[in-house]
């Protein structure tokens, strides 16, 4: 299995650059900046933060990519499968926000990960939240994503975009956070299938939200859209610190804070 960790961990890594050298071309070649960040024990590894800030076209967007591995508390490690006889893990993966200027481009977010215990699975996702409605756009999204599942499972699309419209809902406003996507989780059964999947996953995306922040970003807008969006935001920062799963791991297993809380907008209202 050390050949396939390293090749998890060597893919999320070539994928960030992948992404990070598109949106640097998009910010007219404004480069990401890049901090390496280890665990409490250099020993149980770590991750590396790429951020761009203040752009044209970014307020604020992250791509992280991480390998921890070590011990999980015995708390958390019951909501994890495959600890029941030890709580040991390992997990590799990356994590995209972006946060644009234009209110007519929307929230993106993207992550794809493997974690193994005494099992091991992939899991992951990309969803869209918009400032103002798009019915077109919101469609393109959806078909793409559609065609990706499709050409690996007819039953993947219907199941992910449930979990996906599941997972990103605001309970306690009961609505849901955007336009949805795609979320799943615990694919264990056919490694190389599922890790060729990720792989197409993140290459879906790459292309995917360089089209949507290309072909929106020069629309105009004006100041009552801007207060929307900071609006919208809040609203955003209410899931990742109330519900969302990939902050919750973070936080358990000594993650670095400020990859941990990369996903938060530069800037919101309530």
Not at 142 to 155: P, V
Not at 185 to 208: E, Q
Request: net charge positive; proline share 3%; aromatic share 14%.
């Amino acid at each position: 299995m050390l050949n396939k960790k390293k090749e998890i961990e060597n893919w999320f890594r070539c994928l960030r650059d992948l992404i990070c050298q598109e949106y640097s071309n998009i910010e007219s070649k404004k480069k990401f900046k890049k901090k390496k960040w280890n665990r409490k024990k250099k020993s149980l590894g770590g991750g590396e933060i790429a951020m761009l800030r203040d752009g044209k076209t970014f307020e604020k967007v992250g791509v992280n990519i991480s390998t921890v591995y070590g011990k999980f508390d015995r708390i958390f490690a019951r909501q994890i499968p495959g600890t029941s006889k030890s709580n040991k893990f390992w997990a590799s993966g990356i994590s995209v926000v972006v946060h644009p200027k234009n209110p007519h481009v929307p929230s993106l977010h993207f992550n794809t990960r493997y974690i193994e215990t005494s099992k091991g699975w992939f899991g992951g996702g990309m969803d869209m939240t918009p400032n103002v409605k798009n019915l077109a756009l919101k469609k393109k999204f959806h078909d793409e994503l559609k065609f990706l599942c499709n050409s690996y499972d007819k039953k993947y699309y219907n199941e992910f975009k449930k979990n996906c419209d599941k997972y990103f809902f605001l309970h306690h406003r009961n609505e849901p956070r955007g336009d949805g996507g795609i979320f799943f989780d615990y694919l264990d059964k056919d490694w190389i299938k599922h890790f060729n999947f990720i792989k197409d996953i993140g290459l879906c995306y790459l292309l995917l939200s360089s089209k949507i922040i290309r072909s929106n970003n020069t629309k105009k807008w004006n100041k009552k859209l801007k207060e929307y969006q900071l609006k919208k935001r809040a609203k955003y920062t209410e899931f990742n610190l109330l519900y969302d799963r990939g902050t919750k791991f973070g936080l358990s297993t000594d993650g670095n804070l400020e990859a941990i809380f990369m996903s938060l907008p530069p800037s919101a209202k309530w």
